[in-house]
Each structure stands twice: as structure tokens, then as C-alpha cells.
């Protein structure tokens, strides 16, 4: 079992920059895929990034593509997602997730550990 804890949210301007955190305490960082989500006002959760157990494929939506970063350290169990250039879509809760295995990452289902959010508004 894994508990994951987000930070790192805020109030940004479009354009701006805004790097959030995600620290993983309980099993093995490194045992987990992990993912980063978000979910606005009156929308379903949607993927934004994912990252492999040990680092080596990560994977973006469009919508971030080229903008947003992710990465991750095994020895201090923290998940990071770099976002640069930010837009008013932009806008919502980001989430940590993770995952046993590294096949099927953009999908919401297969994540089992999830954190409470982080809230994003970038404002225009």
C-alpha cells in the first residue's frame, strides 16, 4: 500500500509556471507506475501524465504536450510534474495516482492509490 500526499498548486497566470509534488510514503516508491490527472468543474477526471516504475518512458496527453514535465526521484519518493506555459485550461484539481504495473497508464482504471488533489487556477 502506498499514501500519497500532492502539493504544489496555485493561483499562476496564463503563461506562467507551476511545479507540482506528489510524495509517496508506505511500500516501495519504485513498485508503482505513476500518474498524474485532472479534473475541472463539471468534467470527468482526464490523464495528463505518466511516468514508468523506473523512469524510463513517460507519456503526455496533447492538450500538455511540449508544456508539461514529468518526473520522478525513487530516493526521495516524490513524483514531480513540471507545467510551463500554463493556460486558463489548465485549470483544475491535479491528482497522484499509482499503479502496479507500467502497461495501460492513461487509464484511470488500474490506479489504486490516489491522493487528495491539488488545486490549479490560472487565470487569463
Known amino acids: 500500500q502506498v499514501q500519497l500526499v500532492e502539493s504544489g498548486g496555485g493561483l499562476v497566470q496564463a503563461g506562467g509556471s507551476l511545479r507540482l509534488s506528489c510524495a509517496a510514503s508506505g511500500r516501495t516508491f519504485s513498485s508503482y507506475a505513476m500518474g498524474w490527472f485532472r479534473q475541472a468543474p463539471g468534467k470527468e477526471r482526464e490523464f495528463v501524465s505518466a511516468i514508468s516504475r523506473i523512469g524510463g518512458s513517460t507519456y503526455y496527453a496533447d492538450s500538455v504536450k511540449g508544456r508539461f514535465a514529468i518526473s520522478r526521484d525513487n530516493v526521495k519518493n516524490t513524483l514531480y510534474l513540471q507545467m510551463n506555459s500554463l493556460k486558463p485550461g489548465d485549470t483544475a484539481v491535479y491528482y497522484c495516482?499509482?499503479?502496479?504495473?507500467?502497461?495501460?497508464?492513461?487509464?484511470?482504471?488500474?490506479?489504486?492509490?490516489w491522493g487528495q488533489g491539488t488545486q490549479v487556477t490560472v487565470s487569463s
Open positions: 495516482a499509482a499503479r502496479d504495473s507500467d502497461y495501460g497508464v492513461r487509464a484511470l482504471h488500474g490506479y489504486g492509490y
